[in-house]
């Protein structure tokens, strides 16, 4: 029953994304997006949805919609920053990896913080340690080696939201 329930939940999801990607709706893209949301919902539906009841609370929605433009507003900023810093003569970089902390559990949630650090231009996760709760990050710019001072610079834009959408 569990199986078939998250299956159920990743057709829906699978099916309006696709709904979306291939705008404006029409019957082929529907039929198409049918077969292809059921494959993938077969195939993937036990390894994806482990908490189904996750997807019932539509607090969670608007906390996605937040998130949405907060985490462009920061991929709009390191861009920036990354630009000046390849365009300076002097090319301003302090490389390293940093050990950042995590109070998030869920898998869903880890993976979205390490993606949403990744996508951020100038940092990049390298590994997850999720029984401790550490990241390991790669940051163009290195300002601080504390672990407390580290997570405020790259994980606390994104870990209350993310909290609130997948924990």
């Keep these: 029953m ?12 699978a099916l309006i ?12 893209h529907l039929i198409v997006g049918i077969f292809i949301a059921a ?18 609370h539509l607090s969670r929605y608007v906390w996605f919609a937040y998130y949405i433009p907060v985490f462009i507003w920061e991929c709009i ?6 630009a000046y810093r390849v365009s300076h003569p002097n090319l301003p970089i302090n490389p390293g990896i940093v050990k950042v902390k995590t109070s998030l559990k ?3 949630g880890l993976t979205f913080l390490a993606n949403s650090i990744t996508l951020t231009p100038g940092t990049m996760s390298v590994d997850i340690d999720q029984e401790k709760g550490y990241l390991y990050i790669h940051w163009i710019d290195v300002k601080e080696t504390d672990i407390q001072k580290a997570t405020e610079h790259i994980v606390y834009r994104f870990e209350d939201i993310l909290k609130r959408i997948f924990e």
């Design 106 to 108: 869920s898998d869903t």
């Design 39 to 56: 494959f993938v919902a077969f195939m993937t539906g036990d390894m994806f949805v482990k908490r189904p009841y996750v997807f019932k």
């Design 17 to 28: 994304i696709w709904m979306i990607l291939s705008w404006p709706p029409d019957l082929e």
């Design 77 to 82: 900023k390191a861009n920036i920053d990354v």
């Design 2 to 13: 569990k199986k078939r329930k998250s299956s159920f939940i990743l057709f829906l999801l």
